[in-house]
């Protein structure tokens, strides 16, 4: 059974590392039985369609955008043209999308309603911005929606939450560090770096976002946590989110990133009192994103705390994420790397794998 | 679409939890599509069997030993009942092993090779004992072979090796703390209890094998490092172990377990002094298993280790595990509950999960 894929967002950062995984590692790889075979990629603009397959010649040059490649109208069309396909008995199709773009939450569903294929999605915002009945309806079928991706993309615990409902255990509690940039920024505070210096090294690293106020303002933690509260089971909104930015509000305004580094200068000597005050104490400061309970409703809040040094949370080092979540068979806590490009591409390679139907372990 | 299941050790410790939470949890779980009827139960000598289900009220009585239930000649017998029901399109039978026979790898390859069920087991003698082939032969379909619960039952650390596999990463090193039995008894020992004190505690509190001996050699924990190894792909067995029991093997002479515990009185002063030893140096001690390379060859050992106390594996209190797996992938930890009754019944019902075809999840 050969399993096809298409990749929207393929020329990307990490739609190219995903492209160069795919072709080094499982195309040609014996130890697949169910081969991955990539049949179109696109970017925003262009496409590139063999239904019989792409070579890795082909595949590398449009992820590299190292030619021009044929435009497209809509989503919808690409959608046609694979749904046309005669596919044989036992192939499957899988898109991928790992696209950031945010209007593509009706491209999602029209799958998931009017097809048989598979979605695996590193974009969080068809499952935090959609409507909590759309959330249910893409992720019903777990071997048709993998977006392990979304949150902690190595760590499994989307998969975790998911089954904790279906064997009818109870969330206590959900507490983690989600942001690896924000981790490095307050690792260098640790050790008596500026916080605008701190912030620059970030963005050298290449850890931030564009512009790096979208790591900063909370939402991407924000969508994180919101997809963590709707996959237990619950009925939660964006607005339902207690959040507190890293930083405040009026720094968003500077569009011009210049400004933008500028301005926050000023913050500087804030976080440095702040970084003295958690040291008497012990204590050192974390971006903490929590799921707490009271009369069984979900409380979702996401703020700068203090927390003892030694402490699970406090101990975490770096782009490093962790996640603690309490229910009913105790404490499991994960700690793995905040999604970076590789991280996100083999986890995206993973979620391929939980949908080959009959997939085997090859002997050797 | 039904997922029949047949409980082979239904009478023991775990089987009667499993038979509980199968019954209090999922029998009449709304959540649950696909439900889970229990069809069959056999302690060691008997069992109870119906192809339509059996009712709540006859799966305790018999996990409780209630009343005297019919004798069975061999477990090919109960096989061929099973495999002799005319089953509806789309309804799936479930073997769940939760006995710890070790002469039952026949059995499980017979099913294996001879029909399309599945297995989930808790039992770790089919994978650990088994030549590797056999292994292989048995794990080659995961949704097929569910023995998530063999190795830290809660940490899904079986299936993130099995994709490390079929993405085509490599393991560098793995490391873990598996007995929450001697992570609870070295806890003690740094709380200034003596060694000797520590096990009858252990033993008190319902933590050690029904002799102690079999958590002392180290053979749990080895069984637990070999599962891991082969299911990276290593042609390895349990002779290929570097394993230092916690306790010399002279103690193991000791067959009545109140001789054996008079006996190992002598090692208070020993494992004082290491205690003290370890603390000058900042450390504390761990029985640490691990997988390491050279060459590209796995190199398994198991051993007492003086760690420092604020690394990872040293912060570990009580009967908590801990793994940490090192791969191209970066640094993937988790710290869960070391195997408990409810916590291996839970996760044998996560494997049952694994194994349902077109599982979904209900909205609500």
Redesign the interface.
């Known amino acids: 059974m050969i399993q096809n894929v298409f990749i929207i967002g393929a020329t990307g950062k990490v739609g190219r590392e995903l492209v160069s995984?795919i072709v080094e590692?499982?195309l040609d790889?014996k130890?697949?039985i169910n081969p991955t075979r990539i049949i179109g990629l696109a970017s925003s603009s262009n496409f590139l369609f063999s239904e019989k397959g792409l070579s890795k010649e082909n595949c590398l040059d449009f992820s590299e955008r190292k030619r021009n490649f044929e435009k497209y109208g809509s989503l919808d069309e690409l959608l046609e043209m694979v749904k046309s396909i005669k596919r044989d008995e036992g192939d499957s199709f899988v898109l991928i999308d790992v696209t950031a773009v945010k209007n593509i939450i009706d491209f999602h569903l029209k799958i998931i309603r009017e097809t048989d294929f598979g979605i695996v999605t590193a974009n969080k915002n068809p499952l935090a911005l959609s409507d909590y009945?759309t959330f249910?309806?893409l992720?019903?079928?777990?071997?048709r929606y993998g977006y392990r991706c979304s949150v902690m993309a190595?760590?499994?615990v989307i998969?975790?939450i998911?089954?904790l409902?279906?064997?009818?255990?109870h969330l206590e509690l959900t507490e983690g560090c989600f942001s690896g940039t924000i981790g490095f920024i307050l690792s260098e505070l640790e050790n008596s770096v500026e916080f605008s210096e701190a912030l620059k090294k970030a963005i050298g690293k290449g850890y931030t976002e564009p512009h790096p106020r979208d790591d900063l303002n909370g939402l991407d933690v924000a969508k994180k946590l919101l997809i963590l509260a709707r996959t237990s089971?619950y009925n939660v909104n964006m607005k339902d989110i207690r959040l507190l930015p890293l930083i405040p509000e009026k720094y968003f305004n500077y569009d011009k990133i210049n400004e933008f580094l500028d301005s926050v200068k000023e913050l500087d000597n804030i976080f440095l009192e702040k970084i003295i005050k958690a040291k008497e104490s012990g204590n050192v400061l974390r971006y903490i994103a929590r799921i707490s309970f009271e009369n069984n409703l979900p409380k979702l809040s996401i703020s700068l705390r203090e927390v003892p040094k030694?402490s699970p949370l406090g101990?975490l080092k770096g782009t490093l994420n962790k996640i603690h979540i309490v229910s009913?068979?105790?404490?499991?806590?994960?700690?793995?790397?905040g999604a970076g490009l590789?991280?996100t591409a083999?986890n995206i390679?993973?979620d391929l794998?939980q949908q080959l139907k009959?997939?085997?372990?090859i002997?050797?």
């Open positions: 995984q590692k499982d790889n130890k697949h009945k249910q309806e992720i019903k079928e777990p071997s190595g760590a499994g998969d975790y998911q089954d409902r279906d064997v009818t255990d089971g030694n101990s009913g068979a105790g404490t499991y806590s994960v700690k793995a790397p590789k991280i083999q390679r993973r794998l009959g997939r085997k372990l002997e050797y």
